[in-house]
């Protein structure tokens, strides 16, 4: 118990990365809900930086082996959204080549103590669903206490 | 009388005013007749067309793949796992009934899936087969 204690403290003081980095929004685009919760999750604009959206928002034709084209209207609109709302403290903690949310350092330092086999499960199947483990993401709570991992993967 | 005829065939055949699975389908009809005289979508020919397996996208490989064999019942995303609704109107009454949304979706998913754009004809084809009673 004591020594649970002093890790979490020296957690806190270090400032290592938390759920604080997903920013609640303000104000929600209702065709950024719409349009990016069609196929997946409307992941949270804070954890890319602004210039990672622009990039993947260039190229929706070709978003991750699937077309997922817009209206130019639509387009620019998403765009604008996600760059007002995008990472503001230690960009580049939040940003991949692949543009893959999964493969920023943020995200894999957070989910470090996730087994690999976990992933793979079939109620997971991908890093990319993160309702899985997070029942509240689609109203964007990744709160630590609420996380749910499902069957064999959790550590202590 | 044949004035009202010409508004009223003109009207159906502009997809952007289509609101319900029959409008849509005359409006894609139209649009067919217009390249094929005679045309008549088939529920058979959009059956097939539905499940068919094609070497674009391996994930994607087929209208099936997302959309289950079954258009009555909810299918998945192939590679995020996410519901999605029926595709039959019998089963889920909101298919089908905007135009810009169908185009849309049948823009994405004919070049993801098919390689192409869809013509009108396998568009009419495709709802013919999804409104099927049986």
């Known amino acids: 118990m004591n020594k649970s204690l002093l890790i979490l403290a020296l957690c806190a003081l270090s400032g290592l990365a938390r759920a604080d980095d997903v920013r609640p929004l303000g104000k929600v685009l209702p065709t950024w809900q719409n349009e990016c919760a069609a196929c997946h999750l409307a992941y949270p604009p804070s954890l890319l930086t602004a210039e990672d959206w622009k990039k993947m928002m260039s190229g929706l034709d070709r978003h991750f082996g699937a077309n997922a084209s817009l209206e130019p209207a639509d387009r620019a609109g998403i765009t604008t959204f996600l760059e007002q709302n995008a990472a503001r403290r230690k960009p580049e903690r939040h940003s991949a080549a692949s543009l893959r949310i999964t493969d920023t350092p943020w995200f894999q330092r957070e989910h470090r103590e996730v087994a690999s086999a976990t992933w793979k499960s079939s109620q997971v199947k991908s890093a990319a669903n993160c309702a899985a483990c997070h029942p509240g993401a689609a109203q964007g709570d990744f709160e630590e206490n609420r996380v749910r991992i499902p069957a064999a993967g959790r550590k202590g | ?134």
């Open chain 2, 1 to 134: 009388m044949k004035t009202l005829t010409l508004i009223l065939s003109l009207a159906v055949s502009a997809p952007v005013w289509a609101e319900t699975p029959a409008e849509l389908l005359a409006a894609y009809k139209a649009e067919a007749t217009q390249a094929q005289p005679g045309f008549t979508p088939s529920a058979e020919r959009g059956r097939q067309f539905f499940l068919a397996k094609r070497p674009v996208n391996d994930k994607m490989n087929s209208c099936a793949a997302c959309h289950t064999e079954n258009p009555r019942q909810a299918g998945s995303h192939v590679i995020t796992g996410k519901t999605i609704g029926a595709m039959a109107p019998a089963a889920n009454p909101e298919r089908f009934t905007s135009s810009a949304k169908v185009e849309k979706w049948f823009r994405r998913n004919c070049t993801e899936v098919v390689g192409r754009a869809c013509s009108a004809a396998e568009k009419a084809d495709f709802i013919q087969f999804l409104s099927a009673k049986a």
